[in-house]
Nanobody, 132 residues
């Protein structure tokens, strides 16, 4: 049974940092795209970032977080990370990790999947709250 478990959320002040982790289990994720989404109260879930399986991994971010959020992964630990810096109150959300079989490779064009429907497995989410 595939399972994704997020951790590392919490309360941070504006301008602060947090690091989210997502541990995967239940199958091999060696060639899977890992992604982060978030959902703020009263809003739809939205794409935040993705990271591919190869090293060095290709990444892609939504425009509003570029330069502030960084995705990384440790394939030996089957763990994906999202480093959040320069946090803003607007960053307050429930953050989810998700995964899907990769359609990209180190020698091919990066296929960017930002739709929820593109992802097969989801974690339960971790809350990030940013205060002013």
């Amino acid at each position: 049974q595939v399972r994704l478990v997020e951790s590392g959320g919490g309360l941070a002040q504006a301008g602060g940092s947090l690091r989210l982790s997502c541990v995967a289990s239940g199958r091999s994720f060696s060639r899977y795209t890992m992604a982060w989404f978030r959902q703020a109260p009263g809003r739809q879930r939205e794409f935040v970032a993705l990271i591919e399986w190869w090293t060095p991994a290709a990444t892609y971010y939504r425009e509003s977080v570029r330069g502030r959020f960084t995705a990384s992964r440790d394939n030996t630990k089957v763990t994906t990370y999202l480093q959040l810096t320069g946090l803003e109150p607007e960053s307050t959300s429930l953050y989810y990790c998700a995964t899907r079989p990769s359609e990209s490779g180190p020698s091919s064009a990066l296929k960017i999947s930002v739709r929820e429907i593109d992802y097969d497995y989801w974690g339960q989410g971790v809350q990030v709250t940013v205060s002013t």
